[in-house]
């Protein structure tokens, strides 16, 4: 167990700093879309480049946090019932939860998404926009955000057994003031 728990750290640590990336991308998304507006109408220069790579630093913010999001067990979910189990009843179903739910997709998502990428990367597909950018990096964060999601899910799976077995203290409560 303590291999596993330490295996579970390693990946909550990677997923961590990613998500810290995925949050600087936020910021590069809005100096980028900034500077753009005003080399475009102060000095009428223009890029679709710079339109693009805007879409890619989403498209990391989305796939690259998305671990990060569910390492700090912040994914929307509609907690009817939930908030009322046991803390050792939320702790199985979130177990169960991620062996039936989690697992699978993200397994069959990633699995799914690597045909796109190599086909784009094999046909150096670009954008068609004019001074457009290559696609398969941004194709390629599919398959590596889902494979990061699927890291994550076996971590807390690991760390849900642990608890259930004693040997953690991970707080299973979901609920958030509201904003």
């Given at each position: 167990m303590e291999a596993l728990l330490r295996?579970?750290?390693?990946?909550?640590?990677?997923?961590?700093?990613?998500?810290?990336?995925?949050?600087?991308?936020?910021?590069?998304?809005?100096?980028?879309?900034?500077?753009?507006?005003?080399?475009?109408?102060?000095f009428n220069i223009g890029s679709n480049a710079w339109l693009e790579i805007q879409w890619y630093l989403f498209a990391g913010m989305v796939m690259l946090g998305a671990s990060y999001t569910l390492k700090l067990n912040e994914h929307v979910r509609v907690d009817v019932l939930y908030s009322r189990y046991s803390e050792r009843a939320r702790l199985w179903l979130d177990f169960i939860g991620g062996i039936v739910f989690l697992l699978p997709m993200t397994i069959m998502i990633g699995w799914l998404?690597?045909?796109?990428?190599?086909?784009?990367?094999?046909?150096?597909?670009?954008?068609?926009?004019?001074?457009?950018?290559?696609?398969?990096?941004?194709?390629?964060?599919?398959?590596?955000?889902?494979?990061?999601?699927?890291?994550?899910?076996?971590?807390?799976?690991?760390?849900?057994?642990?608890?259930?077995?004693?040997?953690?203290?991970?707080?299973?409560?979901?609920?958030?003031?509201?904003?």
């Open positions: 295996f579970a750290g390693a990946v909550d640590r990677v997923n961590m700093l990613l998500g810290k990336a995925a949050n600087w991308m936020g910021l590069a998304a809005v100096v980028i879309s900034s500077g753009a507006a005003v080399l475009r109408y102060a998404a690597w045909p796109m990428v190599a086909n784009s990367y094999a046909v150096h597909e670009y954008s068609s926009s004019p001074g457009g950018l290559l696609r398969w990096p941004v194709k390629l964060l599919v398959p590596v955000g889902f494979a990061l999601l699927t890291l994550q899910g076996i971590s807390e799976i690991i760390k849900r057994v642990a608890a259930l077995a004693g040997r953690l203290a991970l707080d299973a409560k979901y609920e958030r003031p509201l904003q």
